[in-house]
């Protein structure tokens, strides 16, 4: 790399960090008697195969933990009371690493312990105001990737009033002209957002290998409250925190800055940059090959996301190609580094494995398809140690189906049965070739299995057992799933759940619940909310309206700028299915959604205000405008591709807004917040609220403590669920 290239780059990045030492963790200490009725989720083994760790919320909050993948010895090993969202244990078994959201908000940091829970420190994200997030390890275990995302300093800048003529684009501000083949899409649905967003190396440099576009011009990377992991993380990779690379902010001041570095856990190397990017806020590491010579990037805004490769030595861009949203963990490269395995949706519908191979420099020079389903994401993806074996899970119509493929040999793919819907999560443990698992079901709270090599899957000791779901004497209800029909002709998904004890054929009140995201989808799992409801006497169909995930890529890209209106119409669509199908009382109607279910919520109460009798809106946007000037600055960026631009889409944006239609309100709302969400900024809850008694409506907030967007505290789960519930059944007549 250029001197003046390289000096530009490191006058642009975040500082690297340099590890925090803490006391060390409790490690072997007995293990605190479950509070509550506990999941267990996100599995990550060590290099045998015979322990794992793993996420658990037995003590009310999700804490890190380890135990035998055959046996009931477990450990807590981190026991503060932040809640830790990733975990990973080093290929060597020397470090286990983890993510924590301090407070329960949205800023997290990384840290790496001991097995035996000694040497616990912060790796990235202690700096005040920065926030970091897990990458992948090295081959080797001699260092783990991280990602550090840093505010811009203050430039006194608020809103950018002069705009870039059309035929003069400015590259070094966010969302410039729309590029080609991405002005419209699916009719009415823009894509809003511009060309020359961020880089991967200091100036963008580096082969293109046919990708259809300048190198460098990619975008940076983007970010439903259950008991147990969500799907769709608030953060870097979920529906909250979606960072897009722009040049510039959204204020036209100085933009975010997100840098990426394999780091030392023990600090005796330096760290080393791997990636940078301006006006970006998720960039995660996937892979290092073997050699170290190249590294695997995800990055892009929610719909767009790309996979990088990235030459370590000059952090110069070879192959670029687009990859499909949801888990962040793409691909894996081959043990010479020649071929790159990714779960892709470059130019299809749905997600397939794809099979890149790769020149010397990490450029692109050739493309296959090694494994596809027609009408099928490819959702999770994992690898063998010496990558002769993959793991493949597929999204079939909510529900998950599990194979494993050889990756050297021309066999057919082997079926796993599965004991439960859905596949959260998919790690290999140890040299044999076994398998982790974290499930998901309608039966049961999240749990792991461990599968020994040709082997039937078997549940943890440590796992909460099937029966211990919920109390004696209300099992959990399995949803059946429907496919309404919209207005315009567009299919529809969803999972209707019934109440126990009410007669064949007699039609029940029902809660439309709406997910997050908008790029969420519904799946068949197990949810207290649900549960709680259903105990009430009421009915819950959870339908995926156009903007959700699972159902293809046109599917996912329809609510798009004007195509949100169609979205509100689908809430009143899917009403319309359950009522005409003779399942739920027009009566007694009510809608309720978390995050973008939130703002979908409100959106409705106020376009069809004499369908429903109430609502409960959660963590939901109820003005776009205030959205945009409260939220942090790269949820902010990533956002506007999903809605509009705050300034350009101004009428836009006001027209979609509930507040913008507040006077049509006619029934009871209930908001509930975290009161650390930086996310969607309580306000948004407050001032929605606040007209509604103005109007002379009964409208109630409730605020829970220590939390953010997502809700992770068993005790504020509880009363979250009971308060909706208590709404609800009030406000229906039960």
Same mark, same amino acid.
């Given at each position: 790399?250029?001197?003046?290239?390289?000096?530009?780059?490191?006058?642009?990045?975040?500082?690297?960090?340099?590890?925090?030492?803490?006391?060390?963790?409790?490690?072997?200490?007995?293990?605190?008697?479950?509070?509550?009725?506990?999941?267990?989720?996100?599995?990550?083994?060590?290099?045998?195969?015979?322990?794992?760790?793993?996420?658990?919320?037995?003590? /009310?909050?999700?804490?890190?933990?380890?135990?035998?993948?055959?046996?009931?010895?477990?450990?807590?090993?981190?026991?503060?009371?932040?809640?830790?969202?990733?975990?990973?244990?080093?290929?060597?078994?020397?470090?286990?690493?983890?993510?924590?959201?301090?407070?329960?908000?949205?800023?997290?940091?990384?840290?790496?312990?001991?097995?035996?829970?000694?040497?616990?420190?912060?790796?990235?994200?202690?700096?005040?105001?920065?926030?970091?997030?897990?990458?992948?390890?090295?081959?080797?275990?001699?260092?783990?990737?991280?990602?550090?995302?840093?505010?811009?300093?203050?430039?006194?800048?608020?809103?950018?009033?002069?705009?870039?003529?059309?035929?003069?684009?400015?590259?070094?501000?966010?969302?410039?002209?729309?590029?080609?083949?991405?002005?419209?899409?699916?009719?009415?649905?823009?894509?809003?957002?511009?060309?020359?967003?961020?880089?991967?190396?200091?100036?963008?440099?580096?082969?293109?290998?046919?990708?259809?576009?300048?190198?460098?011009?990619?975008?940076?990377?983007?970010?439903?409250?259950?008991?147990?992991?969500?799907?769709?993380?608030?953060?870097?990779?979920?529906?909250?925190?979606?960072?897009?690379?722009?040049?510039?902010?959204?204020?036209?001041?100085?933009?975010?800055?997100?840098?990426?570095?394999?780091?030392?856990?023990?600090?005796?190397?330096?760290?080393?940059?791997?990636?940078?990017?301006?006006?970006?806020?998720?960039?995660?590491?996937?892979?290092?090959?073997?050699?170290?010579?190249?590294?695997?990037?995800?990055?892009?805004?929610?719909?767009?996301?790309?996979?990088?490769?990235?030459?370590?030595?000059?952090?110069?861009?070879?192959?670029?190609?687009?990859?499909?949203?949801?888990?962040?963990?793409?691909?894996?490269?081959?043990?010479?580094?020649?071929?790159?395995?990714?779960?892709?949706?470059?130019?299809?519908?749905?997600?397939?494995?794809?099979?890149?191979?790769?020149?010397?420099?990490?450029?692109?020079?050739?493309?296959?398809?090694?494994?596809?389903?027609?009408?099928?994401?490819?959702?999770?993806?994992?690898?063998?140690?010496?990558?002769?074996?993959?793991?493949?899970?597929?999204?079939?119509?909510?529900?998950?189906?599990?194979?494993?493929?050889?990756?050297?040999?021309?066999?057919?793919?082997?079926?796993?049965?599965?004991?439960?819907?859905?596949?959260?999560?998919?790690?290999?443990?140890?040299?044999?070739?076994?398998?982790?698992?974290?499930?998901?079901?309608?039966?049961?709270?999240?749990?792991?299995?461990?599968?020994?090599?040709?082997?039937?899957?078997?549940?943890?000791?440590?796992?909460?057992?099937?029966?211990?779901?919920?109390?004696?004497?209300?099992?959990?209800?399995?949803?059946?799933?429907?496919?309404?029909?919209?207005?315009?002709?567009?299919?529809?998904?969803?999972?209707?759940?019934?109440?126990?004890?009410?007669?064949?054929?007699?039609?029940?009140?029902?809660?439309?619940?709406?997910?997050?995201?908008?790029?969420?989808?519904?799946?068949?799992?197990?949810?207290?909310?649900?549960?709680?409801?259903?105990?009430?006497?009421?009915?819950?169909?959870?339908?995926?309206?156009?903007?959700?995930?699972?159902?293809?890529?046109?599917?996912?890209?329809?609510?798009?700028?004007?195509?949100?209106?169609?979205?509100?119409?689908?809430?009143?669509?899917?009403?319309?299915?359950?009522?005409?199908?003779?399942?739920?009382?027009?009566?007694?109607?009510?809608?309720?959604?978390?995050?973008?279910?939130?703002?979908?919520?409100?959106?409705?109460?106020?376009?069809?205000?004499?369908?429903?009798?109430? /609502?409960?809106?959660?963590?939901?946007?109820?003005?776009?405008?205030?959205?945009?000037?409260?939220?942090?600055?790269?949820?902010?960026?990533?956002?506007?591709?999903?809605?509009?631009?705050?300034?350009?889409?101004?009428?836009?944006?006001?027209?979609?807004?509930?507040?913008?239609?507040?006077?049509?309100?006619?029934?009871?709302?209930?908001?509930?917040?975290?009161?650390?969400?930086?996310?969607?900024?309580?306000?948004?809850?407050?001032?929605?609220?606040?007209?509604?008694?103005?109007?002379?409506?009964?409208?109630?907030?409730?605020?829970?403590?220590?939390?953010?967007?997502?809700?992770?505290?068993?005790?504020?789960?509880?009363?979250?669920?009971?308060?909706?519930?208590?709404?609800?059944?009030?406000?229906?007549?039960?």
């Amino acid at each position: 790399m250029a001197a003046g290239a390289r000096d530009r780059l490191i006058g642009a990045m975040s500082a690297a960090p340099v590890p925090v030492p803490l006391a060390d963790a409790a490690g072997t200490r007995d293990t605190p008697r479950p509070l509550v009725a506990h999941g267990c989720w996100y599995p990550s083994a060590d290099p045998t195969g015979e322990w794992v760790a793993f996420i658990c919320d037995r003590t /009310g909050v999700p804490q890190l933990w380890t135990g035998l993948a055959d046996g009931s010895e477990i450990h807590l090993l981190d026991a503060d009371p932040d809640p830790v969202t990733e975990v990973s244990w080093s290929p060597d078994g020397r470090w286990i690493a983890y993510t924590v959201a301090p407070g329960g908000g949205e800023h997290t940091r990384v840290l790496c312990v001991r097995p035996d829970g000694t040497g616990r420190r912060i790796v990235a994200g202690a700096d005040a105001g920065s926030s970091a997030y897990l990458g992948c390890w090295t081959r080797d275990g001699s260092a783990v990737a991280v990602t550090v995302a840093e505010p811009p300093p203050p430039t006194g800048l608020t809103v950018r009033t002069v705009l870039p003529e059309p035929s003069a684009p400015d590259h070094g501000t966010a969302f410039g002209d729309l590029p080609t083949g991405w002005a419209e899409r699916d009719g009415p649905a823009t894509l809003l957002g511009g060309t020359g967003h961020g880089q991967v190396g200091p100036d963008g440099s580096g082969p293109d290998h046919g990708t259809g576009a300048p190198a460098g011009h990619g975008t940076g990377v983007a970010g439903r409250a259950t008991d147990g992991p969500v799907h769709g993380t608030a953060g870097p990779d979920g529906e909250g925190p979606g960072l897009d690379g722009g040049g510039s902010g959204l204020d036209g001041g100085a933009p975010d800055r997100l840098t990426a570095y394999l780091v030392d856990p023990s600090g005796l190397g330096s760290p080393v940059l791997v990636a940078a990017e301006s006006g970006a806020a998720t960039l995660r590491v996937c892979d290092v090959s073997q050699d170290g010579r190249l590294a695997l990037v995800r990055r892009g805004p929610r719909g767009r996301r790309e996979a990088v490769v990235v030459r370590t030595a000059d952090l110069a861009t070879g192959s670029v190609l687009r990859v499909g949203d949801g888990d962040p963990w793409i691909g894996r490269f081959s043990q010479d580094g020649r071929t790159l395995w990714l779960r892709s949706d470059h130019e299809r519908q749905f997600a397939a494995l794809l099979a890149a191979t790769l020149d010397e420099d990490g450029g692109r020079v050739g493309l296959s398809v090694v494994a596809e389903r027609e009408g099928s994401d490819l959702e999770l993806l994992a690898f063998a140690e010496d990558g002769r074996t993959a793991a493949l899970a597929w999204n079939v119509r909510g529900a998950s189906e599990l194979e494993t493929l050889s990756l050297s040999t021309a066999a057919r793919p082997r079926r796993v049965p599965l004991p439960h819907e859905v596949v959260t999560r998919i790690t290999r443990a140890g040299p044999a070739g076994g398998t982790v698992l974290a499930l998901s079901g309608s039966q049961r709270r999240p749990g792991v299995w461990w599968a020994p090599p040709g082997g039937l899957s078997a549940r943890t000791p440590w796992s909460s057992r099937d029966e211990d779901a919920v109390p004696p004497g209300r099992p959990p209800v399995r949803p059946v799933p429907l496919r309404p029909t919209a207005r315009d002709g567009v299919r529809l998904g969803g999972w209707y759940y019934r109440a126990a004890g009410r007669d064949a054929g007699r039609p029940g009140p029902c809660v439309i619940h709406l997910h997050g995201g908008p790029e969420e989808q519904e799946r068949p799992v197990f949810d207290p909310l649900y549960h709680e409801l259903l105990g009430r006497g009421l009915d819950v169909f959870a339908p995926d309206v156009r903007g959700s995930s699972g159902w293809g890529r046109s599917f996912v890209d329809a609510d798009l700028g004007t195509g949100r209106f169609a979205a509100i119409d689908d809430v009143a669509d899917c009403a319309a299915h359950v009522v005409l199908d003779g399942l739920a009382d027009p009566t007694r109607l009510a809608v309720m959604g978390r995050s973008y279910g939130g703002y979908l919520t409100m959106a409705s109460l106020v376009w069809h205000p004499e369908l429903f009798r109430t /609502g409960v809106a959660v963590c939901g946007m109820s003005d776009l405008s205030t959205f945009f000037a409260g939220t942090e600055p790269w949820i902010a960026e990533s956002a506007a591709h999903k809605y509009g631009h705050p300034v350009r889409d101004r009428e836009l944006l006001r027209s979609l807004s509930p507040m913008s239609r507040v006077d049509a309100l006619r029934v009871p709302l209930l908001a509930v917040h975290g009161e650390h969400d930086t996310n969607v900024p309580p306000g948004e809850s407050e001032q929605m609220v606040r007209a509604a008694r103005e109007r002379g409506l009964p409208a109630e907030m409730l605020t829970l403590r220590d939390e953010g967007h997502e809700f992770r505290r068993a005790d504020n789960r509880r009363l979250f669920r009971r308060t909706a519930a208590d709404w609800m059944q009030r406000h229906l007549g039960l």
